[in-house]
Nanobody
Framework: EVHLVESGGGLVQPGGSLRLSCATS????????MYWVRQAPGKALEWVSS????????YYADSVKGRFTISRENAKNTVYLQMNSLKSEDTALYYC????????RGQGTQVTVSS
C-alpha cells in the first residue's frame, strides 16, 4: 500500500523559506517520478513540481519557478520541496503524490504565508 507522509509546513512571513519533506513507503520509490501538489482554500488541486526517478530532471509550475526546488533521496525514500521567497499566494495544503493529479497523496502539510 502506498503511504506518503508530508511534513515541514508552518507559518512563515512573506519572503521566508520552508523545506517540506515527504517520507514514503509501500512502493519502489526509485521507480517513480514524484510530485508536489497543493490546494489553497476554495481552489482546485494544483500541480507544483515534478522530479524524475534519479533526481536529474525537475519541472515547476510557472508560479513557483525560480523560488522552489524539488529534490529526492532514493536511499531514504524521501522527496523534498525547498521553498524560498514565499508569497501569500503560496498559502495552501501541500501534498506529495505519485502523479500530478495527486494520486496517493497523504494528509498534507499546511503552509501559511502571512505577516
Amino acid at each position: 500500500e502506498v503511504h506518503l507522509v508530508e511534513s515541514g509546513g508552518g507559518l512563515v512571513q512573506p519572503g521566508g523559506s520552508l523545506r517540506l519533506s515527504c517520507a514514503t513507503s509501500g512502493f519502489i520509490f526509485s521507480s517513480y517520478w514524484m510530485y508536489w501538489v497543493r490546494q489553497a482554500p476554495g481552489k482546485a488541486l494544483e500541480w507544483v513540481s515534478s522530479i524524475n526517478r534519479d533526481g536529474a530532471t525537475a519541472y515547476y509550475a510557472d508560479s513557483v519557478k525560480g523560488r522552489f526546488t524539488i529534490s529526492r533521496e532514493n536511499a531514504k525514500n524521501t522527496v523534498y520541496l525547498q521553498m524560498n521567497s514565499l508569497k501569500s499566494e503560496d498559502t495552501a495544503l501541500y501534498y506529495c503524490a505519485i502523479n500530478r493529479n495527486g494520486l496517493g497523496r497523504g494528509q498534507g502539510t499546511q503552509v501559511t504565508v502571512s505577516s
